[in-house]
């Protein structure tokens, strides 16, 4: 079974950049889609970015779009999420996610039932 944990929160001044990093253990995840999603309070949780296995496609929520990149390194069993030009409404605890073992990537990689591996979350603050 993979576990997976979330690293690289904090607080930041909007304006500000964070990298995010999601260590996976316990299986390889180069054959899972991987995934961001974060939810501030009282909010449902949302979809941020997606990344194919082989790294060489990647969706984004509009909202994060330009400002935002996801990374893998599958030799590494990490993911990453490079948050640049971060924003107040950005505040939020954000989640890694593995792909389920068959999912196909495309137009449902942004729903949260095609992920069944979930980190513990790590805060990020933007301070404005």
């Known amino acids: 079974q993979v576990q997976l944990v979330e690293s690289g929160g904090g607080l930041v001044q909007a304006g500000g950049s964070l990298r995010l990093s999601c260590a996976a253990s316990g299986r390889a995840i180069s054959t899972r889609i991987m995934g961001w999603f974060r939810q501030a309070p009282g909010k449902e949780r949302e979809f941020v970015s997606a990344i194919r296995r082989d790294g060489g496609d990647a969706y984004y929520a509009d909202s994060v779009k330009g400002r935002f990149t996801i990374s893998r390194d599958n030799t590494k069993n990490t993911v990453f999420l490079q948050m640049n030009n971060l924003k107040p409404e950005d505040t939020a605890v954000y989640s890694c996610?593995?792909?389920?073992?068959?999912?196909?990537?495309?137009?449902?990689?942004?729903?949260?039932?095609?992920?069944?591996?979930w980190g513990q979350g790590t805060q990020v603050t933007v301070s404005s």
């Open positions: 996610a593995a792909g389920r073992v068959l999912g196909r990537w495309g137009s449902d990689s942004y729903k949260v039932n095609q992920y069944d591996v």
